[in-house]
């Protein structure tokens, strides 16, 4: 990344100035100074080369000139150019890289040479590959698809205990003589009609007919008991429709139009 002073430096100035662009110049810059600190190499190859790396799509040689001219490669002679002192204001990774990469050199191969013949490699082997597959008159078989997942059973399938809404439901169910009994036969029952899909609405309805009772009581007004949970859910008592007088809060009225027809079915 560019140093902040770069902005006032007569040679960002000047190649600026060529290139028309403070914002084009500093772009090209990063481009060709990323390849140098990705490499951890300096040298760029030919003015193809330098302006492919610092991906110019202008006129062929304008770039290579204006950045030799500012002084930002160097020519080195034999038709290569390398980027000017990249190792002197490159960040500290870089130096330690291109240390490495001069290790390497020493060794007569550098970075870019063993990615190449890695990259080589890899090609020559798909091409064999690829060459048999034709050769034999077939295509090569497509890698087999990952098994499916076993997907967790939600909803009306617990491993272990009872569903959320289930466990609402219970909690909110009168006592018949200061006790609930039948809890597993009536979670039996709640699971097979698929009652915790929609388990908000059975509550909300149970907790109306639960008001309507208590009202009706109050007034002298007879209404039948609760019976146990299991025969509440196992003959959806929830649909039963709430007769009240024309003065029953709306919550309680309103309840009757909870649940639409097709859970009424179910």
């Given at each position: ?120 490699k890899g090609a ?43 466990l609402d439901f ?26 915790e899909d929609h ?68």
């Amino acid at each position: 990344m560019a140093r902040p002073s770069i902005f006032t430096h007569r040679k960002f100035r000047k190649l600026s100035r060529i290139l028309g662009s403070e914002a084009l110049a500093l772009g090209h810059l990063e481009m060709m100074w990323n390849v140098g600190y990705m490499d951890g190499d300096p040298r760029l190859g030919e003015s193809l080369d330098v302006e492919s790396s610092s991906r110019w799509s202008g006129t062929p040689g304008k770039l290579t000139k204006a950045l030799l001219d500012s002084g930002f490669i160097d020519d080195l002679q034999d038709g290569t150019y390398q980027i000017h002192e990249l190792y002197d204001h490159a960040p500290e990774y870089v130096r330690k890289r291109m240390d490495r990469e001069d290790k390497r050199r020493e060794r007569g191969l550098t970075l870019r040479e063993i990615r190449s013949a890695a990259g080589a490699k890899g090609a020559n082997s798909r091409w064999q590959v690829d060459g048999k597959a034709i050769a034999n008159g077939s295509t090569p078989a497509p890698a087999p698809a990952p098994a499916p997942k076993n997907k967790k059973r939600t909803s009306q399938h617990f491993a272990t205990g009872f569903g959320p809404g289930f466990l609402d439901f219970w909690k909110n169910y009168p006592d018949r003589n200061g006790k609930k009994v039948g809890k597993a036969a009536a979670w039996k029952h709640w699971k097979a009609l698929g009652c915790e899909d929609h388990a908000g609405k059975i509550v909300i309805r149970l907790l109306a007919q639960i008001a309507h009772k208590s009202r009706c009581d109050r007034d002298g007004v007879f209404c039948a008991e609760f019976p146990d949970p299991e025969r509440w859910i196992k003959h959806k008592r929830w649909t039963d429709e709430i007769f009240q007088p024309a003065d029953t809060a709306p919550a309680i009225r309103d309840s009757n139009r909870l649940l639409t027809e097709e859970e009424r079915s179910r």
